[in-house]
C-alpha cells in the first residue's frame, strides 16, 4: 500500500470469578498450623451471605464480634448486627446498626458461627466476578525509501486505544469493608498511551 502498513489487536474477557473471603477475624474452625505454614496466616474461610441483592461491599457483624474484636462498649445494635463498614471507616464510630437484608455478607466468626449454627460460611466459590475486559491496540506504520539500501519508517502506535477502563479483580478480603472490600485495586491495562517513533534500517 505505497509503503503504507496497519496492524491491530483486540481482546475481550468476560470477569474474572473470584470468592469473598476473610483473613483476621480469629476464626477457631481454622487449622493456624497449616495456614501459617502455607499462606501467611491467611484464614480462607468463608463468610456467610446475607441478601445477595445488597452491594458487594456492605458487610455485617454480630454484637459479639463487635465486643470481642473490636472491643465495642457502646448498647448492643437493636438488630444484632453491625455495619462492618463504618469500625473500619472510624475506629471511633458508634457503629451503625442494620439488618441482614441491608449487607451482602456476614462475617464468619466463632460468635457468628454459634450464632447461625454453623461454622461453616455458605458464600458459594467464584460467587463474584471481577470487570470484564476490553483491550484494542492500533499501529500505523509509513515506510519510506531512502535508497536501495536504507529505509526510514515512521511508527504510531496506540495502547487501548479506546481508553476503556480495564480494572481487574478487587479486593476479596471482608475485611477490608469501607476500606478496600470490592473496590477497585489495580488497573489492568492502563490509559490510553500514543508513543511516535522513527527507524531507520541499513
Request: aromatic share 16%; net charge neutral.
Amino acid at each position: 500500500m505505497g509503503g503504507y502498513e496497519v496492524s491491530g489487536t483486540f481482546r475481550a474477557n468476560t470477569g474474572q470469578a473470584f470468592t469473598p473471603t476473610q483473613f483476621f477475624f480469629g476464626s477457631p474452625y481454622v487449622d493456624r498450623a497449616f495456614q501459617n505454614s502455607f499462606s501467611s496466616g491467611v484464614e480462607f474461610i468463608r463468610p456467610f451471605m446475607g441478601n445477595p441483592n445488597a452491594p458487594a461491599s456492605s458487610i455485617a457483624i454480630d454484637n459479639d464480634t463487635a465486643i470481642n474484636v473490636f472491643g465495642f462498649t457502646s448498647t448492643p445494635s437493636p438488630t444484632g448486627f453491625y455495619l462492618l463498614n463504618s469500625f473500619n471507616a472510624s475506629p471511633n464510630s458508634p457503629g451503625v446498626p442494620v439488618t441482614l437484608d441491608q449487607v451482602r455478607f456476614i462475617a464468619n466468626t466463632a460468635f457468628t458461627a454459634r450464632l447461625f449454627g454453623n461454622p461453616y460460611g455458605n458464600v458459594s466459590r467464584n460467587s463474584l466476578r471481577g470487570d470484564e475486559l476490553f483491550l484494542g491496540n492500533f499501529a500505523f506504520f509509513k515506510n519510506t525509501k531512502i535508497s536501495e539500501r536504507m529505509n526510514l519508517q515512521f511508527r504510531a502506535e496506540m495502547f487501548n486505544v479506546f481508553n476503556h477502563p480495564n480494572f481487574g479483580v478487587p479486593d476479596p478480603f471482608i475485611d477490608d469493608a469501607g476500606i478496600g472490600f470490592a473496590d477497585i485495586n489495580f488497573n489492568d491495562a492502563g490509559r490510553r498511551t500514543v508513543q511516535f517513533g522513527l527507524k531507520l534500517t541499513f
